[in-house]
């Protein structure tokens, strides 16, 4: 005999009318017989609800024995439930929606945020005695004996809190698999278990408290989880601007909320439950005859909005924006807070319920992107990924380049473009990154300096330099590796650390690197955030000591980690790990600590302003101590309009690539001109100029309304030996 109607989501029987309902028409019970019934019926309906309100140890039988395990463990989580709910992903505006994250779209509400009507209405569509029962309803388990066992339409006895309990179990995480699945299976077992959690847990909670959670966690169909998944399903509004109709129309889903979905199901059904609960609203004294009239006149219009999920669910007109959700993404997946395996913490993110504000700024990312736009266009096999930071937090504002993200096919002529979901801005997920070329004698500068040599340390600076690593081919002199200067004319002849760094004098710089060795400037690389993501470099780093290249940025890098190095710089020395996030909090409203910026000072204050000194002389701007005479860069100073600035240029060999990364006291941004497919694609010189003002421009804009702010001097020791 099957007592009892499945609910939310479970099967239910054919409705009168339908063929499988009028294959065989029922016998005509006799007297005797629908006597027997009865008295069979009202046995089984005290049996059952005597083994709700008995204490387990009392009841027998292999169906309570098997719920004993599940009880003992249930308490807790029936008292401080966590059902998935979605994760919000903002902009650095705490308003402008990103993107969302979720298995379940669900969002838990209090009951002051749910319409009053929303209330009523759950009650009368699903337990218009909630009120009255401890969580058993006696009475509704008789008359649904009663009815089913004369072989009528199949009638339901769960109530309001007994139903919540089978959604509680069913999303219980401490259960396995097979426990949440025997949790929705309709047997006589699982509904004398319900009925004893039931009556224990109206014991501990208030009736506004379990019908909150019960709201909170019923599926409402159309993959919306919760009153307020629903509301926006349906509405595209709050729970608590729910009108009469309206509410009425969402409690009426829940017996059968996908077969009665108004969205993708059945409208007329919806109708029809809309109907009964209005009818129900009126028994219950909750409105009038006349206000269900007026409710039940009223056309059905659904307004659906569906959240987005994942990055590449950013808003169409920000595309753009996916790298940086993407590179927020792969951040989430590194941080312990959320878990101890990047599976786990991904899945915390899709279940956890967070609200996360992140650093990036729309108005700095629009810009970085018009910008990169100008050097290259979505249609060119090129790309100028461009990323900007704060110095003293790491928090990252953009991340930009010519590229939609997007997993929308490519013209079949270049299959690899305008549309990716590769990293291209922060590396990783098989993003390697790109050479920087002269960006890296910072590194080399920074360890000279931290070595104890000042910025006056001279060199007789050659057209090309014998050095003592082996070498081969047209880069060697005797078995010797020789780089050559790019411009001898400019760059040959006696050099300081000033005017080598602003003119790029290779020879200069590894000759440094030699006096100090390659080791030095390697590991100065990594403690200012430079990742080997490439497999041949993580090999190079096996053997650093032969690595005399180093010095002229043949490893590859991004635009991010380039930008986030000299922030360091520029922060005097306080090394920040990229951050994409200003505030976390959880479903709870309680902050995470995650979000804080994770910094330490990795050098001496003296000579990162030392080496900031140096920087000035590319960018056209005199040093503290009047010794820059040239640079790569000299417009740039112009385009910031005479406020601080510093950078670096970069071409890698034969200009395959051009780098250029800028900075003052607030910001800090570097771009990379690449074929990113195809690195016999060389870029040329000629966009070095375009690269430089991408950024200069970047900063310039993003500064304009910021006040101006200098670079400290470095200590007459520290620049000049004495």
């Avoid at 319900?194 to 224990?200: I, K, L, N, S």
């Avoid at 009108?243 to 996908?258: H, K, N, R, V, Y």
């Avoid at 020395?573 to 902050?591: E, F, H, M, N, R």
């Amino acid at each position: 005999m099957r007592l009892f109607r499945a609910r939310n989501g479970t099967a239910r029987h054919a409705r009168r009318g339908d063929p499988a309902g009028a294959a065989r028409p029922p016998k005509r019970p006799t007297l005797l017989r629908r006597l027997g019934r009865f008295v069979l019926c009202s046995l089984l309906a005290s049996v059952a609800v005597t083994a709700a309100v008995l204490p387990l140890g009392l009841l027998g039988g292999s169906a309570v024995r098997t719920g004993v395990a599940v009880w003992e463990a249930l308490p807790k989580e029936l008292g401080t439930p966590r059902a998935p709910q979605i994760s919000y992903v903002y902009a650095n505006d705490g308003k402008t929606l990103i993107t969302t994250f979720y298995d379940e779209n669900r969002r838990d509400v209090p009951l002051t945020q749910i319409a009053p009507v929303m209330l009523q209405a759950v009650v009368a569509a699903e337990d218009i005695r909630f009120y009255e029962h401890r969580g058993v309803d006696s009475r509704s388990v008789l008359r649904a004996l009663v009815s089913n066992s004369r072989g009528r339409s199949q009638q339901g006895a769960s109530t309001l809190t007994m139903q919540y309990v089978r959604n509680a179990l069913k999303n219980d995480p401490s259960l396995t698999p097979q426990q949440r699945v025997d949790a929705g299976v309709d047997t006589p077992a699982r509904k004398l278990r319900e009925m004893r959690y039931a009556v224990e847990l109206e014991k501990h909670l208030s009736k506004p408290e379990i019908l909150n959670r019960y709201l909170n966690i019923a599926y409402f169909g159309a993959g919306a989880y919760g009153i307020y998944a629903a509301s926006q399903t349906y509405f595209s509004k709050t729970p608590a601007e729910l009108t009469l109709p309206e509410a009425a129309l969402i409690a009426g889903l829940l017996q059968s909320p996908d077969a009665d979905n108004p969205a993708t199901g059945d409208r007329a059904a919806a109708l029809l439950r809309r109907g009964y609960t209005l009818d129900s609203m009126v028994k219950m004294g909750k409105i009038t005859t006349g206000e269900a009239a007026a409710a039940r006149a009223q056309p059905l219009t659904i307004k659906q909005t569906q959240p987005p999920n994942n990055c590449v669910a950013v808003p169409p007109q920000h595309t753009d924006w996916g790298f940086f959700c993407d590179y927020f993404r792969q951040w989430w997946n590194n941080q312990p807070e959320f878990g101890t395996t990047p599976y786990e913490r991904d899945d915390e993110l899709r279940t956890g319920g967070y609200t996360i504000v992140t650093s990036l700024d729309p108005g700095v990312q629009a810009t970085a992107l018009a910008q990169s736009l100008g050097v290259y266009g979505y249609g060119n096999a090129r790309s100028l990924p461009l990323a900007v930071v704060t110095p003293g937090s790491g928090r990252v504002l953009a991340m930009a380049v010519n590229r939609h993200f997007s997993l929308d096919p490519n013209p079949p002529e270049h299959p690899s473009y305008p549309n990716t979901v590769n990293q291209l801005v922060g590396g990783g997920g098989g993003v390697g990154g790109y050479q920087a070329g002269s960006t890296f004698k910072m590194f080399t500068m920074l360890a000279a300096l931290e070595a104890g040599k000042p910025l006056s340390t001279s060199f007789n600076a050659p057209g090309r330099l014998v050095t003592h690593w082996p070498g081969s081919g047209a880069g060697s002199c005797g078995g010797r590796w020789c780089p050559a200067n790019a411009s001898p004319s400019w760059m040959n002849g006696n050099r300081s650390m000033w005017n080598a760094f602003g003119r790029s004098v290779n020879t200069y710089f590894v000759w440094l690197e030699e006096q100090i060795g390659v080791r030095r400037v390697v590991d100065m690389a990594k403690r200012l955030g430079i990742q080997f993501r490439a497999s041949g470099d993580q090999a190079m780093v096996a053997r650093v000591d032969d690595w005399g290249s180093f010095t002229l940025g043949n490893a590859s890098t991004t635009p991010l980690d380039l930008a986030n190095a000299y922030a360091a710089v520029a922060a005097g020395g306080l090394y920040c790990q990229p951050l994409p996030v200003i505030s976390i909090t959880d479903a709870d409203g309680k902050a995470v600590s995650a979000a804080a910026p994770k910094c330490r000072q990795e050098l001496d204050p003296d000579v990162a302003a030392a080496a900031t000194d140096a920087a000035r002389c590319p960018v056209g701007k005199g040093s503290a101590y009047g010794r820059c005479d040239g640079g790569t860069a000299e417009a740039v100073s112009g385009i910031l309009g005479g406020r601080p600035i510093a950078g670096k240029t970069g071409s890698s060999e034969y200009n395959s690539t051009e780098t250029f990364v800028g900075f003052t006291p607030q910001l800090a941004a570097a771009a990379i001109a690449v074929n990113a497919d195809n690195p016999n694609d060389n870029v040329g010189d000629g966009v070095s100029s375009a690269v430089n003002s991408a950024v200069a421009q970047t900063l310039a804009a993003t500064l304009r309304w910021q006040p101006v702010q200098g670079f400290p001097a470095p200590s007459r020791a520290r620049a000049l030996g004495r």
